[in-house]
């Protein structure tokens, strides 16, 4: 039975974006779980030398697996659109740089405009138990550490999202070990739910680029050798880590409605609460404990577990851990459930590792995947059930195949659990959404308006192509009405400087405008799109008359680039002030620019200055550098520099 209240208290997920082992996005990352991949892999060399570390049997100083999940191009990113340096770029912990990115992704997914959001009390929530690129930093010695490095302590990672897009709302990062991810979002949830922040991003990111957890998970005996979370098998035998960015953007469901957002979920409960004493030992998990927190969180939801479908385990594959988390869903969720619906239960860390502190905001991306395919995949690497898990007494069934929720005429249910080493566990409910209304089309033949915009042409020439082809009859575009697509890139996108506008009145008329063909010219939309691609602002109200309905689009196409420490054109070739400018301006300049304008900020002339007096071999007054304000000064002085040095 679901509580009369619930609505008022419940929470949507309006959008969601994630980069995961084998999944760049939420649609690959289902396609991934539909087909059942395994996604770990070897060891990258770049992340270390495994041949090195690798011992089979337990050594001092070696880690057991060859094997994790992992993400590529880690360090891809696209600076120019984040107004960044090439310096700063490759300064900046990576794990910042891709929840930059997919932060921006879930933002579009959700239809909210940065432009619009900023100034608001939105709130930044993110899961994070690592800060690997500083620690390599602070490895090369003492000697080498700058200031830059003061921009990756983890207490940046959610202060970065916040100041690049001016959300003034709470700013937290969440360390509760793997269960970090659900706490953010149980944290999202309780700020949403009492008005502090009108809109929240609960974030999370993890990214192992040092051996040094996995050394010690070995010599606790609790790493997997073959790197593969077994959950609920008998041959479960530990740890498997992986990667993981995760981002969702959540909003009250009422507020959610009002505005027209696409609800992808609906967050109706959550419960956080710690093991106490109630175990032998901090790191030993409890089954009292896990079982508090589930009744907790169906109790805040206003859900009977009983009504619950499927649940997204913890799961990490551990033989102790599993047992107690599959005798705790059986007990609170599997009392009065009927014998012939028993509740499915598996774990996304067989598919793709375990991601620690980010692996509950990837299960619960997953569940929301069930929600709205209804559907849960097979959760693999289970052949024989654990002996220490009661089966024949639990009524819990782990999926081998790919399985159709119930219909049961209700909205269905699940549950997302975390559970980490600091004792402290999590669990979400979620509830599938409210089917869509019907969309209104539009006269036929009508003529719609699409604006597209970025911050590159080659971005521009990239977006095209890609709604070029999601317009095409196997595109998701041709399960949108045109008029909800143009109205939604009109109204849920932000306008950048380089546009490009077409008209059309059928999804191959617009493709085909798209693509440079002739268009539709001398329509009464032509002199609309025309004022759009020279800047100006339009009156959409005007333009579209009735709001139209909020459908996904193509995603912004990064123009990315590799940036690593150590790894960027630092031969000095030109002038010392070429140099500088180079690798520290952020935009376009000429002599007359000045440098706060091109992004030389105080922090960027600290660290210049101590380049320069390496590069220049002499002592760099910093009061006369302090007053340099224009490019033009820049150059005339750092000619002086290069000529006492000769």
């Known amino acids: 039975m679901i509580r009369s209240d619930m609505d008022a208290r419940s929470v949507a997920v309006i959008g969601m974006s994630c980069r995961l082992p084998g999944a760049s996005g939420t649609e690959a990352l289902w396609a991934l779980l539909r087909n059942g991949v395994d996604a770990t892999s070897e060891t990258p060399p770049e992340r270390y030398d495994v041949d090195a570390l690798h011992s089979p049997a337990p050594k001092p100083g070696r880690i057991a697996s060859r094997r994790a999940g992992y993400l590529d191009h880690v360090a891809d990113f696209d600076a120019g659109f984040f107004g960044m340096s090439p310096t700063e770029a490759a300064e900046l912990d990576p794990q910042q740089r891709l929840l930059l990115m997919a932060a921006y992704e879930a933002l579009e997914d959700a239809g909210q405009r940065p432009d619009q ?120 035998d530990g740890h498997a880590p992986s990667d993981a960015v995760a981002v969702v953007v959540l909003k009250r469901l009422g507020d959610a409605l009002a505005d027209g957002d696409r609800i992808r979920a609906v967050i109706a409960g959550s419960a956080v609460g710690n093991d106490g004493r109630t175990s032998d030992s901090v790191l030993n998990p409890s089954l009292a404990g896990q079982l508090s927190v589930l009744r907790w969180a169906y109790e805040d939801a206003g859900v009977e577990p009983s009504e619950v479908d499927y649940v997204e385990a913890h799961g990490s594959g551990s033989p102790a851990l599993d047992p107690l988390e599959l005798t705790a869903l059986g007990e609170v969720l599997g009392a009065d459930r009927p014998a012939d619906r028993p509740l499915l239960v598996g774990s996304v860390k067989t598919n793709i590792g375990h991601a620690e502190a980010a692996g509950g905001l990837a299960g619960l991306i997953k569940a929301v995947l069930c929600l709205e395919h209804h559907q849960v995949p097979a959760s693999l690497h289970l052949s024989a059930p654990s002996p220490r898990v009661p089966w024949a007494a639990l009524p819990l069934e782990v999926p081998g195949e790919l399985r159709d929720l119930p219909e049961l005429g209700r909205p269905a249910v699940a549950g997302v659990s975390g559970q980490g080493s600091s004792a402290l566990n999590a669990h979400v409910v979620l509830r599938q959404a409210e089917a869509a209304p019907a969309p209104a089309t539009g006269a036929p033949g009508s003529p719609f308006l699409l604006v597209l915009s970025a911050r590159s042409p080659e971005a521009l020439a990239a977006l095209a192509q890609a709604y070029a ?178």
């Open 469 to 646: 082809d999601y317009l095409g009859p196997w595109g998701q575009g041709s399960r949108h009405a045109l008029r909800d697509i143009c109205f939604s890139a009109a109204t849920r996108r932000q306008h950048h400087e380089h546009r490009m506008a077409v008209v059309g009145s059928t999804h191959d008329e617009m493709a085909a405008a798209l693509s440079g063909l002739p268009g539709m010219g001398g329509q009464p939309l032509s002199g609309l799109a025309e004022r759009y691609r020279w800047g100006e602002e339009l009156d959409w109200e005007k333009v579209f008359g009735e709001p139209g309905r909020y459908v996904p689009l193509p995603h912004y196409p990064w123009q990315t680039k590799r940036y690593w420490v150590g790894e960027q054109d630092d031969s000095g070739a030109g002038d010392l002030a070429g140099w500088m400018l180079r690798e520290h301006a952020r935009t376009g300049f000429d002599d007359g620019s000045t440098l706060n304008e091109i992004g030389i900020d105080s922090l960027a002339r600290l660290r210049i200055l101590v380049e320069l007096a390496k590069r220049s071999s002499q002592e760099v007054d910093p009061d006369e550098f302090g007053r340099l304000r224009t490019v033009g000064e820049l150059r005339r002085w750092t000619r002086g520099l290069e000529a006492g040095a000769r």
């Open 117 to 236: 959001l900023a100034g608001s009390r939105t709130g930044v929530f993110v899961g994070n138990a690592r800060a690997d690129y500083l620690e390599l930093a602070l490895r090369q010695g003492l000697e080498g550490a700058t200031a830059a490095q003061l921009n990756n302590f983890r207490s940046l990672l959610p202060a970065r999202l916040s100041h690049t897009f001016d959300f003034r709302g709470p700013s937290v990062v969440v360390d509760t070990a793997c269960s970090s991810a659900l706490v953010a979002v149980h944290q999202a949830v309780q700020s949403l739910r009492v008005g502090e922040t009108p809109l929240a991003v609960a974030a999370a990111v993890n990214l192992a680029l040092r051996p040094d957890e996995g050394v010690v998970m070995s010599q606790a005996g609790a790493m997997s050798p073959d790197g593969r979370s077994k959950f609920g098998d008998a041959q479960a």
